[in-house]
Every structure is written in C-alpha cells, then in structure tokens.
Antibody
Framework: QVQLQESGPGLVKPSQTLSLTCTVS??????????WHWIRQPAGKGLEWIGR???????DYNPSLKSRVTISADTPKNQFSLKLSSVTAADTAVYYC???????????WGQGTLVTVSS | DIQMTQSPSTLSASVGDRVTITCRAS??????LAWYQQKPGKAPKLLIY???NLESGVPSRFSGSGSGTEFTLTISSLQPDDFATYYC?????????FGQGTKLETK
C-alpha cells in the first residue's frame, strides 16, 4: 500500500520561502509511470494544482505560480519536495502531495499539512 | 487553461435519494475526467477515473458518465456516509484543473 506523508513548517513569514517534503512509502518514486504532485487548498475553498515531477525528473508547474515554484526529488530518500518563494498570506492553505498515473489521476494522497503565512 | 464548472454548488438530499452532479469542461477533454469525494479535514478520495471507471473499493452506487465537455456523477441511493463535497478534475491537459466543488448536504 502506497502512503504519502507531508512534512515541513506550519508557519512561514511573508516574503520567505515555503518548503515542504513528501515522503513516500510502499513504492519507489523513481520507478513506474507515475507523476508526483503538489496541490493546495485554502480554507473553505477549492483545490489548486501547483505542479508535478515525473519519475524521470521532468517537472511541470502551474503558470500562475511558475516563477515562484520549484519541485524536486530525492530518490535515495524516496521523497519529493516543494519550494514556494516570496510567500504572502494568499499562500496560506493546506498543502497536499499526491501520486497520479496517466490513466487514473490522483490515486494516492497525503493527509495534507496546513501552512500559514503570517508574521 | 481548461476551466471546469460544476453544478449545483450545493445539493440538499435525503438518505435513499438518487443524486446527480454535473461537470462541464470549457473545451473537450475526451474522457480524462476524475471525481473525488472530500470530507472535512481529510484529503480527497478518488471515486471515478477516466469518466466512468470505478476506483477499486468504491461502492457501486457511485457511477460516472460523459465525454467531451459534459460529465455526470450519480449516486444511485444516497447513504449517510456520502454527505461530503465532490470535485471533478480534468487531466487531459498537464495543467490539471478542478471544479469548484459540490457540497452534498442533508435535507
């Protein structure tokens, strides 16, 4: 059974960089035809796709966030990470990591982690 | 971007009811559509993928249909555990987009 777990600071100051890590167990992030994604959800609102990294290391980002986002992978640790720079209060949200296949979309999700941007 | 529009935004129903949620895409996405159920404080859960395929372990009272730009999620006989928010999501474009959600509440 694949499991994903987000970790990182729950509070980030404005203008700083938000950094989160997703640890994957029960499967390797470097094998299979999987995309590893970050998605966020502000309180009481809908879901916003942030970006993804493929098993090959190729990345895609939401154009609305592209200038501030970096997604990378640490295959020995079986983790992938999100960095979002120059954060503002608008970046306050629950951040999810998830696995997707070409066929099934998001079949496994982390439980989510709340990140608050505040001084 | 491909825009996804769900209707209704809120749906009031009772246990045993048959309910349908609609999702429309701003351009054709073939069958690259998924449906998720989300409960408060929890991650979304995949129900349906590729428009009409039931994810393993999901009760058969859930079904999906449609292709192109119009899709539906149907719950044939609503159960107490089904009151939640439902999202559609397209994955034809690499820029995955979600509908705004439909909150299914008790009448």
């Amino acid at each position: 059974q694949v499991q994903l777990q987000e970790s990182g600071p729950g509070l980030v100051k404005p203008s700083q960089t938000l950094s989160l890590t997703c640890t994957v167990s029960g499967g390797s992030i470097s094998s299979g035809s999987y995309y590893w994604h970050w998605i966020r959800q502000p309180a009481g609102k809908g879901l916003e796709w942030i970006g993804r990294i493929y098993t090959s290391g190729t990345t895609d980002y939401n154009p609305s966030l592209k200038s501030r986002v970096t997604i990378s992978a640490d295959t020995p640790k079986n983790q992938f990470s999100l960095k979002l720079s120059s954060v503002t209060a608008a970046d306050t949200a629950v951040y999810y990591c998830a696995r997707a296949t070409v066929t099934t979309a998001y079949d496994y999700w982390g439980q989510g982690t709340l990140v608050t941007v505040s001084s | 971007d491909i825009q996804m529009t769900q209707s209704p935004s809120t749906l009031s129903a009772s246990v045993g009811d048959r309910v349908t949620i609609t999702c429309r895409a701003s351009q054709s996405i073939s069958s690259w559509l998924a449906w998720y159920q989300q409960k408060p404080g929890k991650a979304p859960k995949l129900l349906i993928y590729k428009a009409s395929n039931l994810e393993s372990g999901v009760p058969s009272r859930f079904s999906g249909s449609g292709s192109g730009t119009e899709f539906t999620l149907t719950i044939s006989s609503l159960q107490p555990d089904d009151f939640a928010t439902y999202y559609c999501q397209q994955y034809k474009s690499y820029l995955y987009t979600f509908g705004q959600g439909t909150k299914l509440e008790t009448k």
